[in-house]
């Protein structure tokens, strides 16, 4: 459904693609996972033909996105980083606007929305800045689906936005999944990674890596260990000490552990263990841990960086 | 800086602080206190009544009731103290893009009243440990979002204060750029100054001596992240979260 190929984009002499590929088959739920700066919104609105691309091809159900910009527009419904919608206009007349200026009606495509929209449709009648940031967030949702787009592109739609909206947005984006539309997100959190198809690890205007979640962590190819500590003040001095340990390769704060990776085969959960008890530490468990796509992604940074 | 009182106890005293906007009650008897050198966590969900809360501590905002003291001084007629002696940071605004680095921080000391020579010993210091010499006169808009971030934070700490507010400071930049950036906290916190911090990110609320969640104006959890988990009987500060949500439905 969307096929990018050698995509290149500068803003004067900061590249912000650096000749990227990537395809997205119909139906699916596709990731750009990356932090700011990586070239996720840069590629969205290439796709969206808002921007124009220096080098390479970039199309949507086969719609080139230079050639047939007109025709694409029709087909996609696009949720910018910012908030888009008109402040001074009700929720309802924000749906009603978005609507009409596709030629449709709110009745005609109610069925694509009705889900999310009985959630603000209390408050129809407020203006839509006077809404809260996951009202907000779900009206915009409602505008970019009431054409019936083949394709939806939302960028970073859960920035800055709490963990609890951020879970009920996911899960309205596995909804629409289901009815058949296929969705490029991008979003700077990790975790939100696993809950994709597929994702693309975006970082400098390349792709670090393509796969889907599973298939990205099981790349991970060095051993990776947990480090639990009891107080917050220990954790910092635990780091500290754990990047003076021979033989470690990466020490890095993750949540509630620490998680270390080795490149030498005579550490292991007992020597890391004794290591910070002999520091001074105690109430220390080492234990042997999956790695999440941000341990993976840590580590392809770092490779990059070498 | 003068102004300074010592021995002051908690950093931030907090005791039935109300705030209402006509009838609606964004802030409903908010009762912590913040010690010094201490991480405090700040979490909520989105018009939860964080940022009322925060405009408050910082002398923003006059609370309708309720007692109020930061750094020791009162929330409601020693407001302009108030400001004079925090810090603050957020990842929306704080630097001046179309400022050089060094024009950053004279503006900075400039606001803050910072003696000439204070000033210039400070930024020389500053931009060496940042290791931003060579970005000295660059314009802030063009820097990386990591360095543009660390720079926001000794800005922020440039006057010395006691304590310094952190409004989602991380948001949006890589995992690596994120976890230096707290290490820079705890050294900060290390050396005694107070860090309030916001964020989305649940793993960072993991990195706080201490977390406060609010919800619906009321502050409905408070207190380790090790024990907020037993007590919500879950593994992770993202599962206290959300049921904390929950039970509210």
Request: hydrophobic fraction near 40%; glycine fraction near 8%.
């Amino acid at each position: 459904m969307i096929k990018v190929s050698n995509l290149e984009k500068s803003y004067g002499n900061q590249k912000a693609l650096k000749g990227i590929s990537l395809e997205v088959a119909k139906g699916e739920l596709f990731g750009l996972i990356g932090p700011d700066g990586a070239g996720k919104t840069t590629l969205m609105r290439i796709l969206v033909t808002l921007l124009l691309p220096d080098q390479g091809l970039a199309s949507l159900d086969g719609l080139d996105v230079v050639a047939d910009f007109r025709k694409i527009r029709t087909m996609v419904g696009y949720m910018p980083g910012r908030f888009s919608l008109y402040q001074d206009l009700t929720v309802e007349e924000n749906l009603q606007f978005f609507a009409t200026v596709f030629g449709g009606t709110i009745e005609e495509n109610y069925h694509l929305i009705k889900d999310i929209y009985v959630q603000i449709e209390p408050f129809k009648n407020r203006l839509a800045g006077k809404l809260s940031g996951g009202m907000k967030q779900k009206l915009a949702l409602s505008c970019a689906l009431i054409h019936a787009p083949k394709v939806l592109i939302l960028d970073e739609p859960t920035t800055g936005v709490d963990a609890v909206s951020r879970k009920e947005f996911w899960e309205m984006l596995n909804n629409l999944r289901h009815m058949g539309i296929t969705i490029l997100v991008s979003t700077p959190y990790m975790d939100e990674a696993n809950l994709c198809d597929r994702v693309a690890l975006f970082q400098n205007g390349s792709i670090l890596s393509i796969d889907t979640p599973k298939n990205i962590t099981a790349s991970f190819s060095k051993k990776l260990y947990g480090v639990k500590v009891e107080t917050t003040a220990q954790r910092f001095e635990c780091v500290g000490l754990l990047k003076e340990l021979s033989g470690i390769d990466s020490v890095f704060s993750f949540g509630e552990s620490i998680h270390i990776t080795t490149v030498q085969q005579n550490i292991d959960e007992t020597t890391v263990k004794e290591y910070l008890n002999q520091k001074g530490h105690q109430g220390i468990s080492v234990g042997k841990i999956e790695p999440s796509i941000e341990d993976v992604f840590m580590e392809l940074m770092q490779n990059e960086g070498n | 800086m003068k102004e300074i009182k010592s021995d002051i106890g908690p950093i931030i005293q907090v005791k039935d602080l109300v705030k209402k906007f006509g009838s609606f009650v964004a802030v409903d008897h908010l009762t912590f206190e913040v010690n010094k050198g201490e991480i405090f966590g700040f979490l909520g969900a989105n018009g939860a009544g964080k940022t009322t809360a925060i405009r408050m501590l910082c002398g923003l905002l006059e609370p309708t009731s309720g007692a109020l003291q930061v750094a020791g001084f009162d929330g409601y007629h020693e407001r302009e103290a108030i400001k004079r002696n925090i810090g603050y940071m957020s990842q929306k605004f704080s630097l001046y893009e179309d400022l050089t680095v060094y024009e950053n921080f004279r503006l900075y000391a400039g606001i803050y009243g910072i003696p000439r020579k204070e000033r210039i010993r400070k930024t020389d210091e500053l931009l060496l440990k940042l290791k931003l010499e060579e970005s000295r006169d660059k314009l802030v808009g063009g820097l990386p979002l990591g360095w543009k971030q660390k720079l926001a934070f000794s800005l922020a700490l440039f006057h010395n204060p006691a304590v310094v507010f952190l409004d989602e400071p991380s948001g949006g930049v890589d995992p690596l750029t994120r976890r230096t950036f707290w290490d820079l906290i705890y050294e900060v916190a290390h050396q005694g100054v107070t860090i309030f911090v916001t964020t989305h990110y649940m793993d960072e609320a993991e990195y706080c001596n201490r977390v406060a969640i609010m919800s619906e104006g009321k502050i409905v959890a408070l207190d380790t992240p090790a024990a907020l988990k037993s007590y919500y009987k879950t593994d992770s500060m993202d599962g206290v979260f959300l049921k904390i949500a929950r039970n509210k439905e």
